[in-house]
């Protein structure tokens, strides 16, 4: 994430805007009471392992359709990160600002 995060921002002059990353089992429990079926199953969230994180899309012009987020989806993949097959727009639970760690 540090080496992605540094081509964003030596061409956007910004941080990748992430606004959740790594939750403890008690904060996934919280989140799941707050965001029912958007929140992973304690447990099972890969934020739990610290292979998750969610961006904000207010934060970035133009929102998920502006150029810094498409040319985020374009390089993720060179940094070992995937917008999940589900998360992606025609995916089963459409989760534009979740982005995940391949190893």
């Known amino acids: 994430m540090r080496r992605l995060n540094a081509k964003f921002r030596a061409k956007f002059g910004t941080n990748i805007p992430i606004n ?55 390089h993720l993949t060179a940094y070992n990160w995937v917008l999940p097959t589900w998360a992606r727009p025609e995916g089963s639970k459409p989760e534009a600002w979740h982005f995940e760690f391949t190893g």
């Open 20 to 74: 959740d990353s790594y939750r403890d089992y008690d904060a996934q429990v919280r989140a799941r009471i707050l965001y029912g079926n958007m929140a992973a199953i304690p447990g099972t969230s890969n934020h739990g392992w610290g292979a998750a994180i969610d961006i904000s899309g207010a934060r970035l012009p133009g929102g998920y359709s502006g150029e810094q987020y498409l040319w985020l989806r374009d």
